[in-house]
């Protein structure tokens, strides 16, 4: 039977602004076994993971759940988990991480404020301080969510560890299955689909040396779907890899056909027509999937600089 994965490799879909949305991500530690809805389906109390979710709607956090890579026996409740919060909107990126013995003081976060940016319930509830340590690499893993996560995100994540790469863990869910393996680099926040061990490692040294590497880039997560689209797309016509000096400010239009306004810190100014289409032909969008799918698409249609007379159109 044909994976998702494959398919999608095989049709050759595009990776680009297909990431998962979120401004802000915590993350919560948690070995063993992970179930389809991890939040609720793992030895995490479930009465917890839904009153995070709740809490988390709307307020621009995404929540999901890591463990190291490895062998996932049960190994019982740990003592002290590992908690990082990262916010990803360029001006004000930064990663804390904090170490809690109660797992249930999450519910104490200002989610708003985590989503907004602000990380000072991070520090006031857990002690959370910014991290010290190496980027992270999030490797999407869960089988039980799609089997392509687990027959391709763990042996990278495990060919990664054994390669001497530190800050890679495993994670609950990414979206996206059919681009398995899926990755998250924080603290930018760019995605990677397909991604191989050089790709991710070429990424965490971008994070290091402050630039962002597109090849195999699904888009940074705290743009919605066409603005990651558009920066990478602006990336690329510029020429300019350094993280935090693009924005999204605008997007404009139809579903079919947006124009999407990317700034650059220095002033530059850039307007990013794409079409949104659907995937043919029809293909499995997850391993799991009844019936095909077309999934949507952004195809960029131009890139154009504006002058000093557009800027206010």
Not at 104 to 130: I, K, N, T, W, Y
Not at 144 to 169: F, H, I, M, Q, Y
Not at 295 to 310: C, H, I, K, S, W
Request: aromatic share 4%; glycine share 12%; net charge positive.
């Amino acid at each position: 039977m044909s994976r998702c994965a494959t398919v999608s490799r095989s049709l050759d879909e595009p990776v680009s602004g297909t990431a998962a949305t979120a401004t802000t991500w915590l993350l919560l530690e948690q070995p063993g076994p992970w179930g389809d809805k991890a939040l609720t389906s793992s030895h995490l109390d479930p009465a917890l993971g839904r009153a995070l979710e709740a809490a988390a709607e709307g307020t621009g956090v995404r929540v999901a759940l890591i463990r190291r890579p490895g062998r996932h026996a049960d190994p019982g409740t740990p003592a002290i988990r590992r908690v990082y919060a990262a916010h990803t909107v360029p001006g004000n990126v930064w990663l804390h991480s904090a170490t809690t013995r109660d797992p249930e003081r999450l519910l104490d976060l200002d989610l708003a404020g985590l989503g907004a940016g602000d990380h000072r319930s991070f520090g006031a509830v857990l002690g959370g301080q910014p991290h010290r340590g190496d980027p992270l690499a999030l490797v999407c893993t869960n089988g039980k969510r799609d089997r392509c996560c687990a027959l391709l995100g763990r042996p990278l994540a495990t060919e990664l560890v054994a390669s001497g790469v530190r800050g890679v863990w495993e994670v609950t869910h990414l979206g996206g299955h059919r681009f398995a393996p899926t990755v998250l680099v924080l603290p930018y926040g760019y995605a990677y689909g397909r991604a191989e061990a050089h790709t991710v490692k070429e990424a965490l040294l971008g994070v290091q040396e402050g630039r962002v590497v597109v090849e195999g880039c699904r888009g940074c997560t705290a743009w919605e779907r066409p603005g990651q689209a558009a920066e990478l797309a602006v990336r690329s016509f510029a020429g300019e890899y350094r993280t935090g000096v693009l924005s999204v400010v605008r997007t404009a239009g139809t579903a079919a056909r947006r124009e999407v306004t990317v700034v650059h810190a220095d002033g530059r100014r850039w307007r990013v027509t794409m079409v949104q289409g659907a995937s043919l032909p029809p293909r499995p969008e997850s391993c799991g999937a009844a019936v095909l799918g077309t999934p949507a698409r952004m195809d960029v249609v131009e890139v154009r600089e504006l002058g000093p007379t557009a800027l206010a159109s």
